[in-house]
């Protein structure tokens, strides 16, 4: 089977924070790629990857470099596949299949979710302890403080659980964040070595239950 991808590498070295930012695109010329040049493009993609690695910082309050993960590149890739996106270790995989199907402002949802992917890049995880929805509901968290929120999302107070994750946990932790400011920052710091429940009742005084 024949494959035909086009690859494009740009480099950006921010003196600032001295992370370098690949975009690569395999996905061909495939409906959903054209789109991504079109309405989104590498030079974008590029520039927004620089952004949301600083708001993250702010977010996070990591304004020197000893609290932040020792990431020295994050590579996004442009791909047919399914699903939206999703990240591993400093590699950031989007969708071009999703982009092509979505009915609305397309490079609004792309940037909301490089805000959700990248910050999977730098947040800390509990050594592996912490709860997965509670890892996605920081990402959101992150993407809700962003504003690039999309309309599908529930609405403070809905869902099942505190660690349902995505939206759910989100806006939970927003409600977290209104009681303590720079809450989600110092979970976060926290989570650098463990993870327990008991950062709640540490940080608020009161369980998860409770809240």
């Not at 520039?47 to 020197?64: A, S």
């Not at 792309?110 to 509670?134: C, D, I, K, R, S």
């Amino acid at each position: 089977m024949l494959f035909l991808a086009a690859l494009v590498i740009l480099l950006s070295s921010m003196q600032c924070h001295a992370v370098q930012y690949t975009v690569t695109d395999n996905a061909g010329n495939s409906t959903g790629n054209v789109r991504f040049s079109r309405d989104i493009g590498i030079p974008y993609s590029l520039k927004t990857l620089t952004e949301v690695t600083d708001f993250i910082w702010k977010v996070f309050h990591q304004n020197v470099a000893k609290d932040r993960k020792s990431v020295t590149k994050v590579s996004m890739f442009v791909e047919n596949m399914d699903g939206v996106a999703y990240t591993s270790n400093d590699e950031i995989h989007v969708s071009t299949t999703y982009l092509g199907g979505f009915s609305g402002d397309v490079k609004r949802e792309f940037t909301g979710v490089l805000y959700h992917e990248m910050t999977h890049v730098w947040q800390w995880n509990g050594n592996g302890q912490a709860p997965g929805g509670l890892i996605e509901g920081i990402a959101d968290f992150v993407r809700l403080r962003s504003g690039y929120v999309p309309g599908h999302w529930v609405r403070p107070g809905q869902g099942d659980r505190w660690d349902q994750g995505y939206d759910v946990t989100a806006h939970f932790l927003d409600y977290c964040n209104g009681l303590r400011k720079g809450f989600v920052a110092k979970l976060n710091k926290k989570m650098r070595t463990g993870y327990s429940d008991n950062y709640f009742v540490d940080l608020l005084g009161k369980s998860v239950d409770q809240l």
